[in-house]
């Protein structure tokens, strides 16, 4: 069951990526053909796109450790026995469950929270921050989800 539903959720994610790296290259394209073509360069381009890479690297990021294909040096835990291999995959899952929930988790609601408070919106587009800062709390859940997940398929 939990696998169908990391399965899903995969593939919404991936979407959701398609998309916002799908709407940050026409955001480019349209500053650039402005500036050029146009000589009338658009106001909110440049911002759009810097919030779409922000959701893009962060929320990619979240993906990327469900695929388990984030970056790891395996080096010597490929040279030690499988159940030492089990062990550490464990222990640093736990670790890694517990960085995210400090940073992410903790540190991403804060960060919308304060953001939220002040009332800060962004210069051009004029949305709040807090929704720009949104996606680090929400990938922090996808990765604890993926996390756990993985963990509970080791048990089996």
């Given at each position: ?5 990391r ?19 026409l955001?480019?394209?349209w ?20 919030y ?77 921050l ?27």
């Amino acid at each position: 069951m939990i696998n169908n539903l990391r399965k899903r959720l995969d593939n919404l994610v991936s979407w959701i990526l398609i998309i916002i790296m799908f709407l940050m290259v026409l955001t480019v394209l349209w500053q650039v053909f402005t500036r050029y073509v146009l000589e009338n360069p658009s106001s909110y381009t440049e911002e759009l796109a810097r919030y779409l890479m922000i959701w893009v690297g962060v929320l990619g990021a979240a993906y990327v450790s469900g695929q388990n294909s984030h970056i790891s040096i395996d080096y010597f835990i490929n040279k030690s026995s499988d159940n030492t291999q089990l062990m550490i995959k464990k222990i640093i899952i736990y670790i890694i469950i517990f960085f995210v929930f400090c940073a992410f988790i903790l540190g991403g609601l804060r960060l919308v929270y304060i953001t939220y408070l002040l009332g800060q919106f962004s210069p051009a587009l004029q949305i709040p921050l807090s929704l720009v800062y949104f996606v680090v709390p929400v990938s922090g859940l996808l990765i604890i989800f993926y996390k756990v997940s993985d963990l509970i398929n080791y048990c089996k």
